[in-house]
Each structure stands twice: as C-alpha cells, then as structure tokens.
C-alpha cells in the first residue's frame, strides 16, 4: 500500500484535490506518442511505384514486375493504371475469348473480351468491352471467376485491383464495380511477372487483341483504400479524368526566322522582298509591217 501511496502522491495532490504537474506531463507526454504513431501509419507509407510513367502499346507485352511473388505473399496488394483500349480486330465483335489486359499469369488476370457473355453485361453497347477478374486458387482447386460490368472502348479508365487475403475488389474511375470473397486462398507460388498484354501476339495472323495505351500503372505491396486511389487518380489526370498528354514547345527554326531584308532602309544596299522585279520587257519601237 505503501507503493500505491507513493504513486498516488505524485500523480494527485491532496490539499488541493487536484491533479499534480507531473500527471499533466505525461498525460502531454501520452498523447504525443499516440499522435506520433497515427501521423507515421497515415503519412509513412511509402507511395506507390509507378511503373509505367510514359505511355506504354497494348499492341506488345509489356513486363512490370519480373517476379509476381513479390506481391502475392503479402497479405494485399494494390495494382491500379490508365488505359484506353480500342479493339485490335473490328471483325471480332461477336469473339466471346477473353484475352488478359493486365495481371500475373496462372494467378490473378483482369481480362477483356469483345462480346457480351456474362449475366452482368446484358445490355452492353458495342463500345464496351465484357469484363472478368480471373483468380487461380492453386492447381487442386478450381479457378473462380468474378464477373464484372462492360469497360468502355476509346476511353481512358482508372482500373484498379484491390486484395486483402482472399477478398478481391475492381475499381472503374474511383467507383467499386465488383467485390468477391475468396472460397480458397490465392496461389501465392507463381514466378510469373506482372504484364500488360501477356498475349499481344493475338492469333495466328499476328493480329493483336487489343490497340491503345496504358500509363501510370502503380502497385502497392497492401490494399489501399477508395480514398486513397481517388488521391491517387486526381494526381494523375486532367479535369476530364485523362492522364495529362506531354507539353510540346516547337522551337524556332532557322528556316522559320523572319527575313531580315524586310528592315532594308533607302540608299542600303539592299532589296526589299516586297519590291517588284525589274522589268524585263523590251518596248517595239518601230513601224510594224
């Protein structure tokens, strides 16, 4: 009791009723640490890589990530980008195929396909793409597949693929289009790298599945939060939600700089660019006959 006393003594001062200096003091001292601990988890994250900050052809695979494992093993993760997708051969409409616009293969692949074919896309006009994330769930158990609403052709779209464990969310331009739980967890024993376009090559002809661009492509080793990826587009695009085109400045060219003779003062030896030629006619001075 004793011990109590003595640390009642410091913290409260009988006479007055009151708490002493020292209570102040490390109740000061308390709330420092909390609000230090809550500035370094919503501050001291490391920001997304961007992978792709020039524009790259969804016409030719392009690797990301050499080794997907990276972020399969952590308990979440983050792969958001602009793309503009036009279709690579207009006579395939009607192609129910889908093809991986972006992913890791035999693991999690966003893939499109040009015709309608899921429940979710009833309805959809002949500029959008069907839509699926493709989940593998290790080689004994299946495949599960979340089907997801048309993406628009010719227009740039903020895809985003969020997992946290074995729940799974896709993002059109800040809005959740689709969210799935996982019956199994995900194959996290993949070596296959993070792509664009794994199957660019397209059929046999060589004719690619997809045309357009993709650009600013980022990853994040935790599954960001809505908020956080809206941030995350605002930085990344214009006011009509396209990510900001390169400024081009011509320079002056030689051949482009004004002709100087066009300040030629009267009695310099010069001549205006304006002055006629001179006349090189000859007058007929005789009778004609």
């Given at each position: 009791?004793s011990?109590?006393?003595?640390?009642?003594?410091?913290f409260?001062?009988?006479?007055k009723?009151?708490?002493t200096v020292?209570?102040?003091?490390?109740?000061?001292f308390?709330?420092?640490?909390?609000?230090?601990?809550i500035?370094?988890?919503?501050?001291?994250?490391k920001?997304?890589s961007?992978?792709?900050?020039?524009?790259?052809?969804?016409?030719?695979?392009?690797?990301?990530?050499q080794?997907?494992?990276?972020?399969?093993?952590?308990?979440?993760f983050?792969?958001?980008?602009?793309?503009?997708?036009t279709?690579?051969d207009?006579?395939?409409?009607?192609?129910?195929n889908?093809?991986t616009?972006?992913?890791?293969?035999?693991?999690?692949e966003?893939?499109l396909?040009?015709?309608?074919?899921n429940?979710?896309n009833t309805?959809?006009?002949?500029n959008?793409y069907?839509?699926?994330?493709?989940?593998?769930t290790?080689?004994?158990?299946p495949t599960?597949?979340?089907?997801?609403p048309?993406?628009?052709?010719?227009?740039?779209i903020?895809?985003?693929?969020?997992?946290?464990?074995r729940r799974?969310?896709v993002?059109y331009?800040?809005?959740?289009?689709?969210?799935?739980?996982?019956?199994?967890?995900?194959?996290?024993?993949?070596a296959?790298?993070?792509q664009?376009?794994p199957?660019?090559?397209?059929?046999?002809?060589?004719?690619?599945?997809?045309?357009?661009?993709?650009?600013?492509?980022f990853?994040?080793?935790?599954?960001?939060?809505?908020?956080?990826?809206?941030?995350?587009?605002?930085?990344n695009?214009?006011?009509?939600g396209?990510?900001?085109?390169?400024?081009?400045f011509?320079?002056?060219?030689?051949?482009?700089?004004?002709?100087?003779?066009?300040?030629c003062?009267?009695?310099?030896?010069c001549?205006?660019?304006?002055?006629?030629?001179?006349?090189?006619?000859?007058?007929?001075?005789?009778i004609y006959?």
């Open positions: 009791m011990f109590l006393s003595s640390l009642k003594a410091l409260w001062d009988e006479d009723n009151l708490p020292l209570f102040w003091i490390l109740c000061v308390i709330l420092s640490i909390i609000t230090y601990l500035v370094a988890y919503i501050y001291g994250r920001a997304p961007d992978l792709a900050s020039t524009a790259i052809q969804l016409n030719t695979a392009t690797t990301l990530v080794d997907g494992r990276s972020l399969m093993i952590s308990p979440g983050t792969i958001a980008g602009f793309f503009n997708v279709m690579g207009r006579t395939r409409s009607k192609d129910t889908y093809t616009l972006i992913g890791i293969p035999n693991c999690v966003f893939q396909a040009p015709a309608t074919t429940p979710t309805g959809a006009s002949p959008q069907s839509a699926r994330l493709l989940i593998s290790g080689n004994n158990n599960e597949v979340v089907n997801l048309p993406m628009p052709m010719q227009k740039w903020f895809v985003c693929i969020l997992r946290d464990g799974f969310d993002l331009n800040d809005q959740i289009v689709g969210s799935h739980r996982l019956t199994n967890y995900p194959n996290t024993s993949t296959q790298p993070l664009v376009s199957d660019a090559k397209g059929d046999a002809k060589g004719v690619p599945r997809f045309i357009g661009t993709a650009v600013h492509i990853t994040q080793l935790y599954r960001m939060t809505p908020s956080e990826l809206a941030v995350l587009r605002a930085q695009s214009d006011t009509t396209a990510p900001p085109q390169p400024l081009s011509p320079l002056p060219s030689l051949f482009s700089l004004p002709d100087m003779r066009t300040f003062l009267p009695g310099l030896p001549t205006v660019p304006t002055q006629p030629p001179p006349n090189t006619m000859q007058m007929w001075e005789t006959n």
